[in-house]
């Protein structure tokens, strides 16, 4: 079915009939976006349901310039993957790898990694700084038609799939990458998420909205058991930086961003930024901590007995034999 339609006349998911209108519209680059759900497997999508493509992102405020001040670290969901499967280990693909911090500590966890991702620079990137050599620029369909046999134990997408238009395509070739038995596992936003904490949650950048039943249904009905789903909270600290992006600009001396440029041989080939850059850093955040600190707790206090407070959710399944 085409994205370009006024209205949808069925799920582009499950192909059910007659989508509803969620009365929720929202409008971007002079486009209008209208929110839409499905009664058969509770997602929820945008129409027009359609990516913008990799020139789109890269001049996305969000994104473009996340290569410039990356974050090397692999984030708790993506290490509770491991954790999750240890002592297993084999081969895993990590579809949208970026810089490629998921794929750095699976290797220290004694998997064999490989990635792809839209963004060359990324790629480039995650082999000067983690020594990572099966890297390339690519879609997972692409990838899959031109790496026919391969099989990979365990394939991730980590804040992918609210950006995809082609779901069943995507998850087909995932599919056909996945070894008998293997293991695939995501993240994305949880919908029922305050909209304040997550306000670039919209289209073009985000095309769908999941909740776990949505999830697991979407799994499910592609052969697939479910193992693992969790909403997770980000806790305090992502209230603090969600309320200095909002109000503390005028108290910002941009005094990290001059650190960093004014060292002429910062790059990231660099093990560890220089400790004047790192010192700063942590001023900053100790500034941040003092000044939103307080109204945080409060905030996160309110919001403790809401599903408002997750902002992700994550999932690991398995290949049904």
């Not at 945008?46 to 990356?70: I, M, T």
């Not at 069943?168 to 038995?181: H, K, Q, R, T």
């Not at 306000?199 to 769908?208: A, E, I, S, V």
């Not at 949505?214 to 603090?240: C, D, M, P, Q």
């Amino acid at each position: 079915m085409e994205s370009s339609m006024k209205t949808p006349s069925a799920c582009p998911l499950c192909g059910a009939a007659m989508p509803f209108s969620c009365d929720r519209e929202h409008a971007q680059g002079g486009q209008t976006y209208t929110l839409y759900g499905c009664a058969a497997c509770t997602v929820q999508f945008w129409w027009p349901l359609k990516n913008p493509g990799a020139e789109w992102y890269s001049h996305d405020a969000r994104y473009a310039d996340r290569n410039a001040n990356p974050v090397w670290e692999a984030h708790q969901g993506q290490k509770k993957v491991i954790s999750y499967l240890a002592p297993f280990t084999g081969r895993v693909l990590d579809v949208g790898c970026g810089i490629g911090n998921f794929l750095a500590w699976a290797a220290h966890e004694g998997w064999e990694c490989s990635g792809i991702d839209f963004d060359s620079e990324a790629i480039q990137a995650g082999k000067e700084r983690f020594g990572l050599t099966d890297l390339e620029v690519n879609d997972v369909v692409t990838y899959a038609r031109a790496h026919q046999g391969e099989k990979f134990d365990l394939i991730t997408f980590f804040d992918v799939l609210e950006h995809v238009d082609n779901h069943n395509e995507f998850i087909a070739s995932i599919d056909s990458l996945l070894a008998p038995g293997g293991y695939i596992a995501m993240s994305m936003p949880y919908r029922k998420h305050a909209e304040w904490l997550m306000h670039l949650d919209l289209p073009p950048r985000h095309l769908t909205r999941w909740d776990r039943t949505a999830l697991k249904r979407f799994l499910e009905a592609r052969g697939f058991t479910v193992l693992y789903i969790n909403r997770r909270s980000e806790g305090i600290w992502n209230i603090v930086i969600r309320l200095r992006f909002m109000y503390g600009k005028r108290l910002s001396f941009g005094a990290v961003r001059a650190v960093r440029n004014s060292i002429k041989d910062v790059s990231t080939t660099r093990r560890e930024r220089p400790f004047l850059v790192r010192a700063v850093h942590m001023l900053a955040k100790l500034k941040d901590g003092l000044l939103f600190g307080l109204p945080a707790v409060i905030i996160w206090l309110v919001m403790l007995p809401s599903p408002q407070r997750y902002i992700t959710l994550s999932a690991i399944a398995r290949k049904n034999a």
